[in-house]
């Protein structure tokens, strides 16, 4: 697997080389993420994301041990990197009560769901005129089978009233890809795809929380943009050729139609060999991007305005802060 993949840009296959091979795992590489939460809010966070790394080890350490670094590396003691369940945890706190580790299980089947979906977004596997196993699409498929279906598992046994939205989250999550995947397809499905990714872990928690209405609608609109500025981030980090969060390149984005580029610049088949040949065009993309990236962390600020003052809050302001700063970076460091 790791010969045939060696060349394959989707952002599984990277995470998991280096998982393999660096005996210390992935935490220690590249732009650290921290939020930085004050003492008395992180000490809330703690007891629930070891939960939530010991669940998700015991789940998938039989099966397929490597995936525990991606999982859980740089991710113990009270400095916390950016993961679904911390948006999860924050969203059950929004009635002031501390994240209950029971739902742990709940943030875990989600992050293990993301992964699996994360395995899957590669293109069809390419036709080869050499006989033997297609190891990356063999690999994609088992992993990210085994991903889906233990988190579904585990909201099967333990929140069995939460089937239903699971499952519907799943299913909107394979129309967007699909749609995506289209030839010749402009819309920016990934755009929807990350947006509708990132908006369940924080309308769930809410939910669980047994928020208002108009709280649950606040926190699933947070999440929604989160996504959305999560997507432009990686747009722009490519763009200035620096490591992305999905550790993929411009070329890798684009390729996987994991892109809001092609959308902006109303260009189907645009390549980022076509892109890096043209200064004016780069430049273009590198403002659309900016400008689309600050309006949805605009629009996710704006979505906490209806949440009262608390650790909730407070994490979340935090969480689209570290999210959106590539799109503070001064343009001298392009």
Same mark, same amino acid.
């Given at each position: 697997?790791?010969?045939?993949?060696?060349?394959?840009?989707?952002?599984?296959?990277?995470?998991?080389?280096?998982?393999?091979?660096?005996?210390?795992?992935?935490?220690?590489?590249?732009?650290?993420?921290?939020?930085?939460?004050?003492?008395?809010?992180?000490?809330?966070?703690?007891?629930?994301?070891?939960?939530?790394?010991?669940?998700?080890?015991?789940?998938?350490?039989?099966?397929?041990?490597?995936?525990?670094?991606?999982?859980?590396?740089?991710?113990?003691?009270?400095?916390?990197?950016?993961?679904?369940?911390?948006?999860?945890?924050?969203?059950?706190?929004?009635?002031?009560?501390?994240?209950?580790?029971?739902?742990?299980?709940?943030?875990?089947?989600?992050?293990?769901?993301?992964?699996?979906?994360?395995?899957?977004?590669?293109?069809?596997?390419?036709?080869?005129?050499?006989?033997?196993?297609?190891?990356?699409?063999?690999?994609?498929?088992?992993?990210?089978?085994?991903?889906?279906?233990?988190?579904?598992?585990?909201?099967?046994?333990?929140?069995?009233?939460?089937?239903?939205?699971?499952?519907?989250?799943?299913?909107?999550?394979?129309?967007?890809?699909?749609?995506?995947?289209?030839?010749?397809?402009?819309?920016?499905?990934?755009?929807?795809?990350?947006?509708?990714?990132?908006?369940?872990?924080?309308?769930?928690?809410?939910?669980?929380?047994?928020?208002?209405?108009?709280?649950?609608?606040?926190?699933?609109?947070?999440?929604?943009?989160?996504?959305?500025?999560?997507?432009?981030?990686?747009?722009?980090? %490519?763009?200035?050729?620096?490591?992305?969060?999905?550790?993929?390149?411009?070329?890798?984005?684009?390729?996987?139609?994991?892109? %809001?580029?092609?959308?902006?610049?109303?260009?189907?088949?645009?390549?980022?060999?076509?892109?890096?040949?043209?200064?004016?065009?780069?430049?273009? %993309?590198?403002?659309?991007?900016?400008?689309?990236?600050?309006?949805?962390?605009?629009?996710?600020?704006?979505?906490?305005?209806?949440?009262?003052?608390?650790?909730?809050?407070?994490?979340?302001?935090?969480?689209?802060?570290?999210?959106?700063?590539?799109?503070?970076?001064?343009?001298?460091?392009?």
């Amino acid at each position: 697997m790791l010969a045939d993949s060696s060349s394959s840009e989707n952002p599984f296959f990277v995470k998991g080389r280096r998982a393999i091979l660096l005996p210390e795992g992935i935490g220690g590489l590249g732009p650290q993420q921290r939020l930085g939460l004050q003492d008395d809010t992180s000490r809330l966070l703690v007891p629930f994301l070891l939960a939530c790394n010991e669940i998700a080890v015991r789940t998938v350490r039989d099966d397929w041990p490597f995936i525990t670094s991606l999982l859980v590396s740089g991710q113990s003691g009270t400095n916390h990197d950016l993961r679904p369940a911390i948006l999860f945890a924050a969203a059950t706190m929004v009635n002031g009560q501390p994240p209950d580790n029971e739902h742990a299980l709940v943030a875990t089947a989600i992050e293990l769901a993301m992964l699996g979906a994360l395995a899957l977004l590669g293109p069809a596997s390419q036709s080869s005129e050499q006989r033997g196993v297609d190891w990356p699409a063999a690999t994609a498929i088992m992993a990210g089978d085994f991903l889906l279906a233990q988190a579904a598992a585990i909201i099967a046994h333990h929140r069995p009233a939460l089937s239903g939205v699971f499952a519907e989250w799943l299913d909107e999550l394979t129309s967007l890809r699909a749609r995506a995947c289209q030839p010749g397809q402009v819309v920016a499905s990934g755009t929807a795809l990350f947006g509708t990714m990132f908006e369940f872990p924080a309308r769930v928690g809410a939910q669980l929380a047994g928020a208002s209405d108009d709280v649950v609608g606040a926190i699933r609109s947070f999440g929604y943009h989160c996504g959305i500025t999560f997507l432009h981030t990686e747009d722009l980090l %490519a763009l200035r050729n620096k490591r992305t969060r999905l550790d993929t390149t411009l070329q890798g984005l684009l390729e996987l139609r994991l892109s %809001a580029l092609p959308a902006l610049l109303d260009d189907s088949g645009l390549t980022a060999t076509a892109l890096s040949a043209d200064s004016r065009a780069t430049a273009d %993309a590198l403002d659309l991007t900016g400008v689309a990236g600050a309006e949805a962390r605009t629009a996710a600020e704006k979505a906490l305005t209806d949440l009262p003052a608390g650790h909730a809050r407070h994490v979340l302001e935090k969480f689209v802060a570290i999210l959106a700063a590539p799109l503070s970076t001064p343009k001298c460091d392009d």
